[in-house]
């Protein structure tokens, strides 16, 4: 299944979704329930669009934070982080629709201090607080360097289920598949205090290959 996916560039937690969805399409189709078969089959293309993972690469990869998501830039702040309330990061939230790629990437290189999932609600993704009361998993990462950067995938009103693929000590490198998020749902960034965003509100930026922060010269 997973080469299946591979070969049809679709997450592995899709595919399983569509190619069965697929099957029991040509199945009615083989039985004579044609209109049937070609609608079922139609909507393994959906959900097979839904869950593809084009290959990325990043714009650059030294001194910069690449975005995590696909989609819209719905908030540039300064805030601290869920687990470290003495810091200052700059928080770059990507809101991702239901036609987004919806499959996550590693902001930075560096190895997985801790990943922490939290129960919550599934309130609309693109509000600021959705951050604080939706259904979310945070991974926060330390780079060669020593700083702690943090990627909080929130679910929103029609995600349902949030896949992150990485654990505590793990090595990880820029723009390594991480995870998933199910249908429209939202990515929040804490970048250190050492860098400077250089995105703004209303841009879209793309998983594994936008520069969303860099460091500062």
Do not use: W
């Not at 399983?16 to 697929?22: E, P, Q, R, S, Y």
């Not at 939290?118 to 979310?136: I, K, V």
């Not at 199910?182 to 520069?211: C, K, L, N």
């Amino acid at each position: 299944m997973n080469r299946l996916a591979q070969m049809a560039m679709i997450a592995p937690e899709g595919a399983k979704i569509a190619f069965g969805i697929l099957a029991i399409g040509i199945i009615m189709a083989a039985l004579g329930a044609h209109c049937l078969g070609v609608l079922i089959i139609g909507l393994s293309c959906v959900v097979g669009s839904f869950f593809r993972d084009p290959e990325r690469q990043p714009e650059r990869i030294e001194g910069v934070v690449i975005s995590g998501a696909d989609g819209k830039v719905v908030d540039v702040s300064e805030c601290s982080m869920p687990d470290d309330r003495e810091t200052v990061y700059h928080r770059v939230s990507v809101f991702m629709s239901p036609l987004d790629v919806h499959v996550n990437r590693a902001p930075v290189s560096g190895e997985t201090v801790f990943v922490r999932h939290t129960s919550g609600d599934f309130r609309a993704a693109y509000r600021d607080e959705a951050s604080e009361h939706n259904e979310r998993t945070l991974m926060v990462v330390r780079d060669d360097a020593g700083r702690r950067h943090g990627m909080m995938q929130v679910a929103g009103y029609l995600a349902r289920r949030i896949v992150c693929r990485i654990h505590a000590r793990d090595r990880i490198f820029i723009g390594q598949r991480v995870g998933l998020i199910m249908f429209g749902s939202r990515v929040d960034h804490f970048i250190p205090p050492d860098y400077r965003v250089i995105v703004a509100v209303g841009q879209r930026v793309r998983a594994g290959e936008t520069a969303i922060g860099e460091l500062r010269s």
